[in-house]
């Protein structure tokens, strides 16, 4: 059974520091683009970063120069370092592995295995 589970979330005050981690299992997950997406209440999933099995890395601009995502394949474990917090961060932080490469990395479509969130919320 394939399992992705998120951790690391919290309150942080506005400039501060988070690391987020999410736990991947059931299958090899080396060849699966894994990102992180965000949803705000009331509002649509959003891409926030993605590495892919090859090593390439995308980010949000918003997030551009703040976040770091990075894996272990050995752990099969992708992590989400969040510097420079601010309020317009909060969301619920998603996880997600998948191979579907006929859509692009930044669409939720990508992905077919998800995590159930862990929530984030930066205070001013």
């Known amino acids: 059974q394939v399992r992705v589970v998120e951790s690391g979330g919290g309150l942080v005050q506005a400039g501060g520091s988070l690391r987020l981690s999410c736990a991947a299992s059931?299958?090899?997950?080396?060849?699966?683009?894994m990102a992180w997406f965000r949803q705000a209440p009331g509002k649509e999933r959003e891409f926030v970063a993605a590495k892919t099995g090859g090593g390439v890395v995308y980010y949000e601009d918003s997030v551009k120069g703040r976040f770091t995502i990075s894996r272990d394949d050995a752990k099969n474990t992708v992590y989400l370092q969040m510097n420079s917090l601010k309020p317009e961060d909060t969301g619920l932080y998603y996880c997600g592995a998948g191979r579907r490469y006929s859509y692009a990395y930044f669409t939720p479509n990508r992905y077919e295995n998800w995590g159930q969130g862990t929530q984030v919320t930066v205070s001013s």
């Open positions: 059931g299958r090899s997950f080396r060849s699966d683009t």
